[in-house]
């Protein structure tokens, strides 16, 4: 008992000298990615979680010091610094969305709830890695932000930037265009969806931050980053963020009330993130009422049966997952609600979900020939995060699935759609940058790539200057192939959405003791551009035609000769007329 006691005093001492790097982590050169990990744990997994997290530090705006440990990032200039003024609060610091310069609350609040669960699942792997002291300071930067974007209890600033402004900059962040005005939504003004989804995020930051790790399964362990001071605050948020979407009514979205600030992410509803968020509030506080409000909004809201992708605007797989945990770690949630616990039914719902796609049966997805896991319409402007999505959320489950068959089928589809991403792809290339001497060489991303000229982005440096380690690109099109184009952004753009389930998986893959990632044995200089034009939603195909194209010619083909007819018919009525009564008049037999 009294070991115990010290033991937990010992853990608790460490976890807190681990907020300071040791050793500090720089991304080794692309070239180390095909040097065999003999160590354990694999090198080249660690990498893979170091650069993930890299990234972020790449994408920070404000003050690039603020952070625990500095500003990795030796190209960054510090940026942004009147973000907020234009309504008297400080929006400085948090992080710019993706290869411009905007910064959005929604996609955020999914890449903070991603990004967490990762720690609260694999936590083990952060520290094998020596990587949780980045963690801590990734997510503190995140969260720190939205606690200053929530100011009141009704009020969250939803975009910092004017995306017409931003569309027309490209160029380095020590000339970003103003005015950069900020986007609230409030009590007059709401969004359900947005306000719900940041309160999700708060509350899974809580549960982490908390120390108590879920007790969801013996293979699933919490980062050791436990701080309950950073805990109470953000479950603080996270509650009166929750509760202010809950009874500001009517429910809207907050692209309906914001509609300025609804071009780059406009949301498809607010029933999954009230879930979601009622959920998440459940497991991190123990109250009855929060899960009876995520059961309902399941029940109200018919959120069975989805084969949605998990991505910024769609949560409803997460909610699957997450019934499925709170069944088995918190199975009083649901007695003190009246309900049953009902462990089978919730992995029946969650298995419909994943059995769909490790059985390749979805109606709106199928596998590429290379075979990776694609959505239509989802897939089509970026086609990596919806199939990282699902194997990260294939991963965690797997261990909680009902049968052993399902728990290896889950892994193996998940591995497939891994290996993929890392080079076992018909293009050779492992779709992270940095990581391999294949990996994109010309990420979208105005900071990185050095160039200024928005009329020749593709070739304006002729080299990206800067190596933006540890980003996932957009990915190939559902032929498979990727054109290496910095301004084909449905390929090649960056994000911090795309990137959110990969140190998940990363850590996941050294808790596990993996072998190497696939990108070690992809011979380097493998990958070269395609022939013909991508014909994508960014670079809309001149020379070939698209199916819409070839249908308008048909449809021009058939109306133009139809007006021929009937212009001959109308120059030649009168002989056509007198044709007719002869054929009438004519002898009959
Ligand atoms: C983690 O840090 C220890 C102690 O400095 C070191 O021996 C080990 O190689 C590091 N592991 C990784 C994966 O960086
Ligand atoms: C940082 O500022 C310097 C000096 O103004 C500039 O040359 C450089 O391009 C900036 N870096 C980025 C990433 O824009
Ligand atoms: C509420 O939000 C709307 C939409 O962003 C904004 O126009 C309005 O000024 C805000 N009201 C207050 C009191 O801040
Ligand atoms: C815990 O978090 C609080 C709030 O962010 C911070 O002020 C404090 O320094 C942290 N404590 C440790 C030991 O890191
Ligand atoms: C919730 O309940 C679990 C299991 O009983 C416990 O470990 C945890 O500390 C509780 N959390 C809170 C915030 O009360
Ligand atoms: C679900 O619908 C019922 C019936 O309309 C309603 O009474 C209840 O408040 C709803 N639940 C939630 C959480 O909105
Ligand atoms: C987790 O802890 C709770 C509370 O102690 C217990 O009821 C539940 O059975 C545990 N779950 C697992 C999977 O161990
Ligand atoms: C358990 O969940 C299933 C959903 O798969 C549902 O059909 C069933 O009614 C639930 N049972 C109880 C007792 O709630
Ligand atoms: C973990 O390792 C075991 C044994 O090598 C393997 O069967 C399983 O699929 C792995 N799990 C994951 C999540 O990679």
Redesign the pocket.
Known sequence: MLLGILLSFAVAGTSQAQLTPSPTYSPPSATQGTASSTSSPNAQWADVLGNALWFYDAQRSGHLDEGAYGNRVSWRNDSALDDGSDWDTDLTGGWYDAGDYIKATFPLGYTMYALTWGALTSGQGYDLANQTAYLDGTLRWGFDWLIKAHPSDDTLYVQVGDTTIDNNYWGGDDDIPTPRPAYPINDTFPGTDVLASTAAAFAIGSILYSGASLNVSSSFSSASLSNTTYSSVLLDHAERAYNAAKTTLPWTTFSESVPAASAAYSSSGYQDDLCVSALTLALATNQSQYYTDAYEYYQNFSLTGSQKVWNWDSRVPAAYVLFVEAALARPALATAAG??V?L???Q??AEQYFDAIANENLQKGHLTKGGLLYYQDDSDSVSLQPAMAAAALLLKYAPLASTSDKTSSYQSFAQGQIDYLLGDNPMSVPYIVGMHPNSPQNPHSAMASGGDNINDIRDDPPTELHVLYGAVVGGPLSNDKFWDYRDDWVQSEVALDYNAVIPGIAAMMLVNGSSDPFYVTVQAGTYSTPSGQPCDEALPCSGGLSGGAIAGIVIGVIVGVLLVLVALWWWKRDTIARWWRKGYTGPRK
């Open positions: 309900l049953a009902n089978t039914g919730w029946t719902e």
